[in-house]
């Protein structure tokens, strides 16, 4: 079984910045495929960011050039620096984990990221 558990997240004013970590343990996978999701009320939790254990990225074109994922120099791991935050990102980021090419996630409980004045 694989267990993933992210931390950050928070109350944060419009273009302030926040840092998400995601870290997955037990029977994780040579190659594998980890990131974000995000859910806001009423809507359907759609991709936010990813990267796989060879390094690459992929971004929602509504993040692109303000959130940055990475690796966190350990396997297994992945933060994501979201910069110029906005209003329209509030939602609950759930982090994701799963073998490359396979099509079952993993996932965290998610956290909670509020943008507001």
């Known amino acids: 079984q694989v267990q993933v558990v992210e931390s950050g997240g928070g109350l944060v004013q419009p273009g302030g910045s926040l840092r998400l970590s995601c870290a997955a343990s037990?029977?994780?996978?040579?190659?594998?495929?980890m990131g974000w999701y995000r859910q806001a009320p009423g809507n359907a939790r759609d991709l936010v960011a990813s990267i796989t254990s060879g390094g690459t990225t992929v971004y929602a074109e509504s993040v692109q050039g303000r959130f940055t994922i990475s690796s966190a120099n350990a396997k297994n791991t992945a933060s994501l620096q979201m910069n110029s935050l906005k209003t329209e990102d509030t939602a609950i980021y759930y982090c994701y984990y799963r073998r490359q090419y396979s099509g079952i996630n993993y996932w965290g409980k998610g956290t909670v990221v509020t943008v507001s004045s």
């Open positions: 037990g029977s994780t996978f040579d190659t594998y495929v």
